[in-house]
């Protein structure tokens, strides 16, 4: 299925990231195009998007900030048969020194076929090997006057410095909350309190809200938490045990999980010192959030939302996940 963020290849249409889409527009407005450029932020915030309308746009026979849409060039490029745009793709980890030699290498020495730019898009770049970072780096010295190459990463650091020094660098900050949700209440056919749910667990990105609205496996994950948080009321030292067990076995989405009990607690804490149902981010899970709020003081509420965040860093360091799960309901429970 696809979603009017995910097909749109015009500046217009993409929701945020105002600067970097004046930037870019100006550049192509006063001709002052540079040869490499690096976007970088999280999974799903349009990095791609942005890419591929700044592609689209270079390439545009009628020229403008804005692709025309009409053009052999726009066309081609909406059914995905440009010649002249090239996504270099990979298929281990990383991306290893001979697939930039088939893919660039090989290709930046042809001139395009029929546009102006030749134009090279590649995602998680930042996995690229040393090896073949140095390999490209030889073509960032020295690319030819068509050659572009937009590099989509989450994670800049990963780059030699002396690739970042060739490239023009965009950092895709997140979306807020209400961005998000007026997108999915509009795009997407749900309410308000369920499109504000999902802009919270987005990280600030349209893309990754979308996936998870859509992910079966999301709401088993926040099923479980919420599960979990309430299992943990009554729970005694047999029962933490049991618990800690059922947890561990799902470690890879253990972080996702305590987020959630976090949100859990939040909106207890919420509901305990206002009484508005309103403020609860999770209204779907209303009555499992009063159980708790009942049963709990707010300056407990406080301290468990500390500890989960104090055992999500500790998780994050690969400490030991039975031992950490264990001390936090210990914490959790202690009164």
Excluded at 7 to 22: A, D
Excluded at 200 to 206: E, R
């Amino acid at each position: 299925m696809l979603y009017p963020l995910l097909i749109s290849m015009n500046f217009s249409q993409i929701i945020g990231h105002k600067k970097v889409i004046e930037h870019l527009q100006q550049s192509v407005l006063h001709n002052r195009i540079n040869h490499a450029y690096i976007f970088d932020g999280v999974k799903g915030i349009g990095k791609m998007t942005i890419a591929k309308a700044f592609a689209k746009t270079l390439n545009c026979e009628k020229g403008g900030i804005e692709p025309c849409g009409e053009c052999i060039s726009c066309k081609t490029f909406d059914e995905n048969n440009n010649p002249d745009i090239i996504y270099v793709t990979h298929e281990k980890k990383d991306i290893r020194v001979d697939e930039i030699r088939e893919q660039i290498l090989k290709n930046i020495t042809l001139k395009p076929y029929r546009n102006k730019y030749k134009i090279f898009i590649i995602p998680e770049a930042d996995k690229m090997n040393v090896l073949a970072q140095n390999a490209f780096l030889k073509t960032l010295e020295e690319p030819p006057e068509y050659g572009i190459f937009l590099l989509l990463c989450e994670n800049y650091n990963k780059f030699l410095v002396t690739v970042l020094s060739r490239c023009i660098m965009f950092k895709l900050h997140p979306l807020s909350t209400e961005v998000i949700s007026d997108y999915l209440v509009k795009n997407m056919n749900i309410s308000l309190e369920q499109a504000r749910l999902y802009s919270i667990y987005s990280q600030g990105s349209i893309g990754n809200a979308v996936e998870l609205l859509n992910s079966e496996e999301f709401r088993d994950i926040r099923d479980t938490a919420v599960e979990t948080a309430v299992r943990l009321e009554d729970a005694d030292l047999i029962e933490l045990y049991k618990i800690t067990d059922d947890l561990k076995e799902n470690k890879s989405a253990l972080d996702r999980i305590l987020e959630i009990m976090y949100l859990v607690y939040r909106d207890a804490l919420v509901l305990k010192e206002t009484g508005d149902e309103s403020r609860v981010i999770q209204g779907d899970k209303l009555e499992q959030t009063k159980t708790i709020a009942e049963k709990t003081s707010a300056s407990m509420l406080i301290k468990r939302c500390d500890h989960i965040n104090d055992t999500r860093n500790r998780l994050g360091r690969n400490g030991n996940t039975q031992l950490l799960l264990e001390t936090l309901f210990f914490k959790i429970k202690e009164k």
